[in-house]
């Protein structure tokens, strides 16, 4: 399978093309006219990897949670170019591509506990579990305070994402918890591209899992952001 995937909903906007399990990719820190250079990045991997457009089977994203205007630059990239080939679109989730890294960088675990920072002292988190999918979603994706994370240790259990390193009391409380726990192993937090673990995760879920454009909606979990102010009555 041919895949290309864009991100920019965490620490880093990506592009990966995956052929077949081969895997290159781009990425960089987030900067101005960022469409443009993950453009620029796409021409790059299609001519190093010897393909064209109209070769790629799939066009997959990072549909968060995440930043606002980094999931929306990756779903108009990934919709405009899938419309214009007629190919189908995977909707990625940005915890779960940063939970199938974590589970790959720490092998004698089962779960990973992810929590990204999401700004304005919230956290998006969500538990995941080792599967033959690479990373299956336990229960529901989350956004809520530092203090609202579940951290109920759980057997050969990680923790992953950036939100561990913004809010130092949910450092302090997962490594209290941990401490207390035979099985607590901490994965890296952090991870400069996560395009290639979309690419990674919607090769292995196939056309099966894939959508048409016009249903590749991105998830922003902070539904007052992606809404319009309403005035209030006079």
Known sequence: MKVLAVDCATEYCSAALWLDGALIERSAPPARG???QLLHWVAELLAEGGVS???????????GPGAFTGVRMATSIAQGLAFSLGLPVAPVSTLRAVAVHALALAPQADEVLVCQ???IHEVYWARFARCAEGACLQGEEHLGSPTSVDLALRPAQVVA????????????????RSAA???????????????QD???LAAGDGLAAAVTPDHALPVYL????????????L
């Open 198 to 200: 979309i690419a990674r």
């Open 34 to 36: 960022q469409s443009e």
């Open 53 to 63: 457009l109209r070769a790629l089977d799939l066009i997959a994203f990072g549909r």
């Open 161 to 176: 994402g950036s939100g561990f390193n913004a809010y130092a009391e949910l450092a302090a409380a997962w490594q209290g």
């Open 222 to 233: 902070r539904d007052d952001v992606a809404k319009p102010s309403v005035p209030e009555a």
């Open 117 to 119: 920072d999401a700004r």
């Open 181 to 195: 726990g035979a099985n607590g192993f901490v994965a890296p937090l952090h991870a400069p591209s996560r395009a």
